[in-house]
């Protein structure tokens, strides 16, 4: 199933120099670059691509707590709605740091390949291999203790519904491209 997919290079992943070989990982594997630029949002821009929604924040909570009890500590929040707006604060101010590289990438399954090829949001808990687990290893716990958001290099949309949307805010149609290049030949 042929899909394209947001993912942007956040401000640790500019910062740290890792965008090229950030980009290898996934033209090594036939994923097709259509569209790329570099980017500063302003924290209007971050609400939108960071939108507080029940469904994310019950998401973010419950992994948030796991990981902290896994780590025999005790998370202060006890409603998700708490944590999902500190954390949506904390990503926006994030993404405004320093420029991102966006990019939209295309291929077959692309929105599942792009999200294991990144690994984990927790980089502490992505596998070795992954981009999170061989370039970052921050864990929440961390996050939580110096105020950040999870340094995690990446962001990667997480279906279609999500690709489709985040695609839309990203980038104009016109900045998309459709060309062929060696994988499409070698790909049934």
Known sequence: MMQRTLVLIKPDGVQRALIGKIIQRFEDVGLKIIGMKMIWIDQNFAEKHYPLNEEWAKAAYEKTKTSYEKSGKELKYTNYLD??????????????????????????????????????????????????????????????????AVRNLLHASSDADVAEKEIGLWFKPKELHSYKNVHDFHVL
């Open 83 to 148: 944590l999902g707006k500190d954390v949506q604060l904390k990503n926006m101010k994030f993404l405004c740091e320093s420029p991102v590289l966006a990019m939209v990438l295309e291929g077959i399954h692309s929105i599942e390949l792009v999200r294991k090829i990144i690994g984990s949001t927790e980089p502490k808990q992505a596998l070795p291999g992954t981009i999170r687990g061989d370039f970052s290893h921050i864990s929440y716990l961390r996050s939580d203790e110096k105020g950040t």
